[in-house]
Structures are given as structure tokens and as C-alpha cells.
């Protein structure tokens, strides 16, 4: 194969840099929202799939995020642990914050950005690019009183004029950022396009060698990928990518697509990285046998399912349905596979433990599938799998992920469900009673008629909880096969502009909706709790990032 032309800046890496951004703009997916702890069960889950940064959240953005960001920092940015980073504008306030935050990390990066393009300088930012040009060697001069490592970003440099950006970067540059990003902040840009923005940047900024590049962007049209891609051909050496691509709007880069076509279509990427064709060395240092558990574990705590043909982690990815291709496969894997499911770490859903099985099989179990509970919450979920057991004889990984999900899933616990029960049939009104606990601890009972046995437990909840929501999507999906599966119930319900999701497990599925209905309720009453907590102290509150 003949090598492609390429230009090999003498600082850059020879191996591409993975920066996951699920637990930032993978959160700010409607519906996403993950409590600190959930936040950092998937921090350590990225630490083990090898991620060289974890942008871990916006910490002025409230007091939950800068919490969450310093709890990341303390407990997975050690020594041999991933770069911490936290997300700030182009702002004092915004980067100090960021600074505090991060102080606890061995390795921390601040990341500001301002917007470059015209659109956004006249609409939102309501500033010239002069007053541009102005703050960000200002600010990113400030970050650096910080740490050593700043990353800057000029939004929706995707729609930004090429000159006008080039200027901006190298006053990034001059100022000591050692990263441009350079976001595709509304999925606007083709692959030819966006390949030739960095080529364009690569030959236009001066002092471009004294920086990485990087890139960002979302799938509005589907294109994310794909222009990540062409963006390595030229000179990208930085991806910004989300498990399972989740993140604001139609998502960002999705983070398995992206390793797995470098790590497939290796031999194609060598050369651009200045390596020979056949060289067997890994383009990133993602462990992609973690790959598959940490998707289902993203997609589980944040209620944001995968849909079944999702590339590389879907549940239909390794299938094969039409007897030609069962035949073939059959005969030999290469006819219609391009790669191993074990190479992603997808394991046939074997019976793992049985009632019989002690605490000890259960948490090692449960630490090879990536979860490490507290004792608490061990003692809790083994309570549960002891219970499931009892109905269930065989307990496979993904019954044991729905029940650690279920039980981690309920914090904060705001409101308690202590009894639910129905009547329906073909001659009945569906009727439910239910028994909250509420915050305050008090028992409280009623009833409602529906039109179903979920709706009439949803009513009589509300009657309870009394805070106006919308429902907008319930989905109820068996766990596995057989009578006696488990149901999966995931929920999000809508309150002023906000979705809140939640989710439960159980052998009986109105149990499991009601539950995932309160798991919902708890969090949107704990964000209003929490909105009232920071009015009372007058401190700032961003709903929107960017
Ligand atoms: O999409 C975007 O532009 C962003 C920036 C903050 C990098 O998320
Ligand atoms: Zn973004």
C-alpha cells in the first residue's frame, strides 16, 4: 500500500489521546443527570478502560457539579490515574472554580472556551471579535496560574471564518494553551470539510507545533464520527468522544465507534501517524475489552439506552439472523465478522451465580463487571440477589447488573415506596393503593383508578408526591429470556423543561414501575430542593453550557 502524504509535527504524540467528556456533555443529555456517586462509578469504570482524560463535569455550574468534579479528582486523578479536567467559559469566576475544584487531581487540566463564530458573537455573546481576541489570552493566562495544562476551544468553530479562528488559536497558543480544541458544536460539518479545517489550522496558526490538536463535535447529522476520522488524516491527535455517543442533542462522538475503527482499520491509520503500515502498536491505549461493560454501565445509570443496532455495543452488533450469514459465520467467522466480540468484551450472558452463591462470589462477580459498591450498598443489593434467587434459579451478568443498577440507582431516597398494590382483569377498573414514606419519614396511603394498573399506581403517587410532572416515556424490557425474568423499568418524566429519568428491576413489573417512577420523582424533588438551597444563598445556577 502506498503511504499517504503526511506531516509529522515534531511535538505531537504518535498514538492518539482519548478525552472522554460522558461525565460533562454526555450528562447534559436530557435526562441524564447522575448523583456524585453514580458520577464516580463511571469515572473509575473510564479510569480501567484506559481513558487519558476525563473531562468530569462544569464545576460553576452548580455546587453538585464542582462537588462531583472534586470527588472525581480526589479518588480517580492519582498518580497512575487519568488526567482530571474541568470544563469553564472564559471567565474568572468560571475558572477558578474550575482550579478549586480540580486541586485535589495529580495530573488536572482546566478547559475554558468562547464562542468565535459571528453567529454566536452577535447573538449570544453580544461581543466584536477584537473584545474576543482580547480575553482569551487573558484568560487562558489565568488558567494557567492554575495548572500547566490548558486545553482552549473556539465554539462552533465548525460555522467560525477560518482566519478569524486561526488568530484566536495562536493568541491561545502564545498565552500557554497546550490543547486547542476545535468544536463542531452543532454537527454542521461534512468529513472533506472538517478534515480540511484541520489541515487548514495546521498550516495557518504559527505556532501550532507548540500545541495538540483537538476535536469535538456532535452528531446532529449523524457525521461525529466520521469527521473525527478525517480529522486524524489530518493532523488530529486529541478525540472528544462519550460512551455509547451520548451527550447534548442528537449526542457527540461515540467513544467505542471511534477506538474500534482505529483498532480495525489500524493498518488504514498507520501511516497518518507517521508509522508503517504494518506496525501492530495500538493507535489508542483504551483497553477495549473494557469496552462493552462500561457501555452498559453509562447507559444503565443514566437511563439513556442503546438502541439495538448501535454500532459496536448494540445488542444486535455480533448477531447474525439471515441463515446465509449463519452459515458463513458458521464455516468461518472472517466471511461476515470484521472483528471479535471478545475483543470488546462481550461475553456470552452466562448463569454466573445461583442462591446458593455467597457474598463473596457475589462481589467479586460484581467487581470483574465493573462495580465497586460500598458496604452499604453490597449489603443491600446481596439482600436483593438473595430475593431474586429465590424466584429465579439462575442468575446471569445482566440479572445481576439490573439489580446493583436498581439498588444504586434509588439515591438520593427522598421519598420511600412501602407498598403497592393493584387489581385489574378484563371486567376490573384498574384501582392501585400505594404507601410512600416521605421525607420527613411519615406513612402516607391513597388510591387512584387508571387506565391501566401503571397508570392508576402513577396516579395514585402523584396524589401522594403532589409535584406536577409530565411522563413522557416508560419502557418496560425483560432482562432475559424465560417466565421468570426480571423486569427492567426505565422512565422520564418532564418538570418546567427538565427530564429527570429513573429505573428499576423486579421480578414483578408493577413493583418495578412504581419504584422507577419514584427513582424519577426523588431526583426532580431533589433538584428542586437543591434549586431552592442555592436561591437561598444567592449563588449562580447555569441550566444551559454552551
Ligand atoms: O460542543 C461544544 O462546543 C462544547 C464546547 C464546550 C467544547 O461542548
Ligand atoms: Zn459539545
Not at 484506559?50 to 463535569?57: K, L, M, S, T
Not at 462519550?242 to 442528537?250: D, F, M
Not at 461515540?254 to 507517521?274: C, D, I, K, S, T
Not at 503500515?277 to 462500561?294: A, C, G, H, R, W
Amino acid at each position: 500500500m502506498k503511504s499517504p502524504e503526511v506531516v509529522v509535527m515534531s511535538n505531537q504524540p504518535d498514538r492518539i489521546i482519548i478525552f472522554d467528556t460522558t461525565l460533562r456533555d454526555g450528562e447534559q443529555s436530557p435526562g441524564a443527570s447522575l448523583t456524585v456517586e453514580e458520577k464516580l462509578t463511571i469515572a473509575r469504570a473510564l479510569a480501567r478502560l484506559g481513558v487519558d482524560i476525563i473531562e468530569a463535569g462544569f464545576p460553576y455550574a452548580s455546587p453538585g457539579d464542582f462537588k462531583a468534579v472534586q470527588k472525581i479528582a480526589q479518588t480517580v486523578g492519582t498518580e497512575n490515574g487519568p488526567t482530571i479536567c474541568g470544563l469553564a467559559r472564559a471567565t474568572k469566576n468560571d475558572i477558578k472554580a474550575a482550579g478549586e475544584a480540580l486541586k485535589p487531581a495529580f495530573s488536572s487540566r482546566i478547559h475554558t472556551f468562547i464562542a468565535t463564530s459571528d453567529i454566536h458573537l452577535k447573538h449570544k455573546l453580544k461581543k466584536t471579535r477584537q473584545e474576543v481576541l482580547a480575553i482569551v489570552p487573558e484568560m487562558v493566562s489565568y488558567a494557567k496560574t492554575f495548572t500547566d495544562d490548558v486545553e482552549f476551544s473556539p465554539e462552533d468553530a465548525g460555522r467560525s471564518d477560518p482566519e478569524f479562528m486561526y488568530q484566536v488559536l495562536e493568541t491561545a497558543i502564545a498565552a500557554g494553551a497546550t490543547t486547542v480544541n476545535i468544536p463542531d458544536t452543532v454537527g454542521y460539518t461534512t468529513p472533506s470539510e472538517f478534515g480540511a479545517l484541520i489541515k487548514g489550522i495546521k498550516d495557518n496558526v504559527p505556532n501550532i507545533d507548540q500545541a495538540i490538536i483537538s476535536v469535538h463535535g456532535h452528531d446532529d447529522l449523524g457525521l461525529a464520527v466520521a469527521n473525527f476520522l478525517e480529522a486524524v488524516k489530518n493532523g488530529a491527535r486529541q478525540l472528544e468522544c462519550t460512551i455509547n455517543g451520548i451527550g447534548e442533542r442528537a449526542g457527540n462522538a461515540a467513544l467505542e465507534e471511534l477506538v474500534m475503527a482505529l483498532h480495525v482499520r489500524r493498518q488504514y491509520f498507520n501511516p497518518f501517524l507517521g508509522r508503517s503500515v504494518d506496525s501492530t502498536t495500538p493507535l489508542t491505549k483504551i483497553n477495549t475489552q473494557e469496552i462493552y461493560k462500561t457501555s452498559r454501565l453509562v447507559s444503565n445509570l443514566t437511563g439513556m439506552m442503546v438502541q439495538p443496532n448501535k454500532a459496536i455495543v448494540g445488542a444486535n452488533a455480533f448477531a447474525h439472523e439471515s441463515g446465509i450469514h449463519q452459515d458463513g459465520v458458521l464455516k468461518n467467522k472472517l466471511t461476515y465478522e470484521i472483528m471479535d466480540a471478545e475483543s470488546i468484551g462481550l461475553t456470552n450472558n452466562q448463569i454466573v451465580l445461583g442462591k446458593l452463591s455467597g457474598r463473596n462470589a457475589f462481589r467479586t462477580r460484581l467487581n470483574e463487571l465493573g462495580f465497586e459498591l460500598s458496604d452499604t450498598d453490597l449489603n443491600n443489593a446481596f439482600l436483593r440477589f438473595k430475593e431474586v434467587a429465590d424466584k429465579k434459579k439462575e442468575i446471569t451478568d445482566w440479572d445481576l447488573e439490573a439489580i446493583v443498577n436498581d439498588e444504586i440507582q434509588q439515591a438520593p431516597e427522598l421519598f420511600r415506596l412501602e407498598l403497592v398494590q393493584v387489581s385489574c382483569g378484563d371486567h376490573a377498573s384498574p384501582t392501585a393503593t400505594v404507601t410512600l414514606r416521605n421525607p420527613e419519614g411519615k406513612e402516607l396511603t391513597d388510591a387512584a383508578i387508571g387506565t391501566g394498573p401503571v397508570d392508576a399506581v402513577y396516579k395514585a403517587i402523584n396524589r401522594v408526591v403532589n409535584v406536577p410532572n409530565e411522563l413522557i416515556e416508560f419502557s418496560v424490557k425483560s432482562v432475559t429470556a424465560g417466565i421468570d425474568a426480571m423486569g427492567e423499568v426505565t422512565i422520564r418524566l418532564r418538570h418546567q423543561g427538565h427530564i429527570y429519568s429513573g429505573y428499576a428491576a423486579n421480578t414483578d413489573i408493577i413493583t418495578a414501575s412504581a419504584r422507577a417512577y419514584i427513582s424519577a420523582l426523588n431526583r426532580l424533588y431533589g433538584a428542586i430542593q437543591e434549586q431552592s438551597q442555592v436561591n437561598n444563598l444567592s449563588e449562580p445556577v447555569l441550566t444551559s453550557q454552551n
